[in-house]
């Protein structure tokens, strides 16, 4: 079975911040996730811009102050409660969007081709979260494979079960963050995302814990 849990490594990017890198406890990533930003780097400074960003990896603690200001008022932008966002895994990034020099939608080409996602659904750059792209890596498998309706209309949606795919395979340690104990369905809910991820989303996890995975 392949390891899970994936290293969080520091990157060096331009920022919103006094025209400097971004600051070093969120200037980190997963490695695909480095490689991923340092690409789409590249196609636009060939095109005669430098990308910028706002945000990228945030701590348990950082994301509940986040969750704390949108839901008190201090910020409008949905923030989850933690372990509900992919930016404790290092997969999701904030982006400057005066600073890409192109059109969305072609940005979105660029993006796109290294593989990251945009949240929204259409490139309009007056939408709240249209600067928000997430580098899913193979928990995409389980994007997909709940966006395709193949775990049931009481399903949670296709983002927060993307973002349990990490929580629970890498028993929320990953990114220096604290464990959270599990309740006695945790290990069967860590095992779905598992199943997709390794059978590349062909078979479902039927039942509690201890039942076999089956392809459907």
Request: aromatic content about 8%.
């Amino acid at each position: 079975m392949p390891v899970l849990i994936t290293p969080l490594v520091p990157i060096d990017v331009a920022s919103i911040y006094n025209k400097g890198p971004l600051p070093s406890r969120t200037a980190k990533c997963t490695p695909d996730t480095a490689a991923t930003i340092q690409a789409v780097v590249d196609d636009l400074r060939g095109l005669g811009h430098e990308l910028r960003l706002s945000d990228l990896f945030r701590s348990r603690e950082m994301q509940q102050q986040a969750h704390l200001d949108f839901t008190e008022g201090r910020k409008t932008a949905f923030s989850p409660p933690p372990g509900g966002s992919m930016r404790e895994a290092g997969r999701e990034m904030d982006i400057d969007l005066s600073s890409i020099g192109v059109p969305l939608n072609q940005f979105w080409e660029i993006a796109r081709s290294h593989g990251f996602s945009p949240i929204v659904d259409s490139p309009d750059p007056s939408r709240s979260e249209a600067w928000h792209f997430g580098c899913r890596g193979s928990h995409d498998v389980v994007h997909q494979y709940v966006k395709q309706g193949k775990v049931g209309a009481l399903s949670l949606t296709g983002r927060w079960r993307t973002a349990a795919s990490w929580r629970f395979a890498c028993r929320w340690t990953n990114c220096q963050t604290r464990a959270v104990p599990f309740c006695r369905r945790h290990s069967s809910a860590r095992l779905r995302p598992g199943t997709y991820r390794r059978r590349d989303g062909a078979a479902n996890s039927k039942g509690d814990s201890g039942r076999r995975a089956r392809p459907e």
